[in-house]
């Protein structure tokens, strides 16, 4: 049965809703293509030059990011560091209520947002509405919270906080921080992702600029801006949230400064098997674990297994492996009707064609260095409109036991692909377990609870989930990482409120040059 479009998803249509919601963020064509305005020095202004975007679910055009220079770039920093110093001083409930006021309207154009991440960076609707309602959801209760957060005596940080976030969360990573940033007293500034995400940010910063709050949206070359946002003295924090290369990259040249740091990187999560049996609960874990393709810091992309145990898990572990459903996030049959829902998907494309080729070259370097292939899956069959393009778009492959030099080993794929380590003795799991020098999470399946404690010690992860997964988690639970994973203090719950504001008698919790501390997980 043919596919198409489902009934008024076509971009032309949600651009169209967007432009309407907020049309002070959007500004002139150019080549046919709408040109997004920067939100610089406290106003919607049409300055960068424009660079095409295009879309991971098709490969079309989707809009223009202006990309500032680093003089621009220095002004808006300038601008923001004065509208901090009026913030700071603004009343807490004063600052509350703008925020309740910003976060009314982001729910009124929930499915909007919802509708624009669709788009931009290929998440199924259900995973899209789940990024929007987590920020939104998470706010609202440190709205509720900040009052005993800011009890004793925590004030905000002596410059604006300078946010560079990866693509793949939007809303329920990036817009959630900054909105809790500015409850606890901060101007912030946050930095477009340049490969997906451009428009949801436009069109919830503009909601956030009427309710009054000192947020500045920029765009641009990481490279021509990294001094600005990260070095600029009048900066109070960083916060990233990216990847090991550019990661290292904000930590180096934070090198000679104090100023306070939130530093996620990426990390092997591996979840481990040991003397276990209760295989149906491990696959209803595993198929939810390939949802968004594994773009995820918290996805699990290594197993670990006991070799007893390899033929049990296999047999478990394949079927799910292929009935994970992917393609085209908003095709649908003839006989759709709206109001009906959009299709069911645990992913859609990856974020480029370009990171999907990477992915593929990948996997054949290992396969043609040793590693055994146990599943290709194939494009043929998935939900496609006629004629799409699908450069974008990679099936799941599980590898057995990759070579050494294979950067699956030791390096998260950031996609579906899962590598399996067979493993003798608890020694060689650990080992296997803690390949990336430091991780975000890690699981262990094991039907001896006590057993899994033990080992869970000695895992270089964060947070160890016994016969579940681990995830970044909501609202009072924190979040961090351990070796290369993580620099500078952690967050989640009082965690980020504290990582944000200075004050109190303990030392922050988190990975610094002088120390480490953790918090019970």
Not at 444 to 470: H, S, Y
Request: proline content about 6%; glycine content about 10%; overall charge negative.
């Amino acid at each position: 049965m043919a596919l198409r479009l489902a009934d008024d998803t076509a971009w032309t249509d949600i651009l169209a809703r967007a432009v309407a919601v907020t049309p002070e963020a959007f500004g002139a064509e150019v080549d046919g293509v709408t040109t997004l305005h920067n939100l610089v020095e406290g106003q919607w202004r049409a300055v960068g030059q424009p660079a095409a975007v295009r879309t991971p679910v098709d490969d079309t055009v989707l809009i223009n990011l202006p990309r500032l220079d680093a003089t621009t770039a220095r002004a808006a920093v300038a601008h923001a560091a004065a509208a901090h110093r009026t913030w700071a001083r603004t009343p807490l409930a004063d600052r509350k209520a703008r925020v309740a006021e910003a976060l009314d309207s982001l729910t009124a154009h929930r499915d909007l947002l919802a509708l624009l991440l669709v788009w931009e960076i290929g998440k199924p609707w259900r995973l899209a509405c789940a990024d929007v309602d987590r920020a939104l959801d998470g706010v609202r209760w440190y709205a509720d919270e900040i009052d005993r957060m800011l009890a004793d005596g925590r004030e905000p940080l002596p410059g604006p906080v300078s946010n560079i976030a990866s693509w793949n969360y939007p809303m329920s990573v990036l817009v959630h921080a900054e909105l809790v940033q500015l409850l606890a007293g901060n101007a912030v500034i946050a930095k477009t992702p340049s490969q997906g995400g451009a428009v949801c940010l436009t069109v919830a910063h503009a909601l956030m600029h009427r309710a009054g709050l000192p947020a500045t949206l920029i765009s641009g070359s990481g490279g021509e801006l990294s001094e600005v946002l990260v070095r600029a003295p009048e900066i109070g924090a960083v916060a990233f949230v990216g990847g090991r290369s550019n990661g290292g990259k904000v930590a180096a040249a934070l090198l000679d400064s104090d100023k306070r740091h939130l530093i996620e990187q990426e990390g092997l999560n591996a979840w481990g098997i040991w003397n276990f049996s209760q295989w149906d609960l491990l696959a209803a874990h595993l198929r939810k674990g390939f949802e968004y393709g594994k773009q995820r810091c918290t996805a699990y992309p290594r197993f670990v297994v006991q070799r007893d145990l390899v033929d049990e898990f296999l047999d478990m572990y394949l079927p799910v492996v292929r009935s994970v459903r992917f393609g085209h996030p908003l095709a649908v049959g003839d006989d759709w009707a709206a109001g009906d829902p959009l299709p069911e998907l645990d992913f859609g494309p990856l974020i480029s064609a370009a990171k999907a080729d990477e992915l593929r070259r990948t996997v054949d370097e290992a396969v043609r260095g040793g590693a055994i292939p146990l599943h290709r899956g194939k494009l043929t069959g998935a939900p496609f409109l006629p004629g799409q393009d699908t450069s974008a778009y990679v099936a799941p492959s599980v590898l057995l036991a990759p070579p050494g030099r294979s950067r699956l080993m030791h390096a998260e794929p950031f996609g579906p692909v899962d590598t399996i380590v067979v493993v003798d003795t608890t020694d060689e799991l650990l080992a296997a377990m803690n390949a990336s020098n430091g991780a975000l999470v890690a699981s262990l399946a094991c039907d001896d609870t006590d057993e899994a404690g033990k080992l869970a010690v000695d895992l270089q992860a964060f947070k160890v989930g016994i016969n579940r997964p681990r995830s970044r988690g909501d609202r009072d639970e924190p979040f961090g990482g351990r070796g290369a994973s993580w620099k500078g203090a952690f967050v989640g719950g009082d965690l980020l409120v504290q990582a944000v504001t200075v004050g109190g008698d303990s030392r922050l919790y988190g990975n610094f040059p002088d120390y480490n501390r953790y918090p019970t997980t």
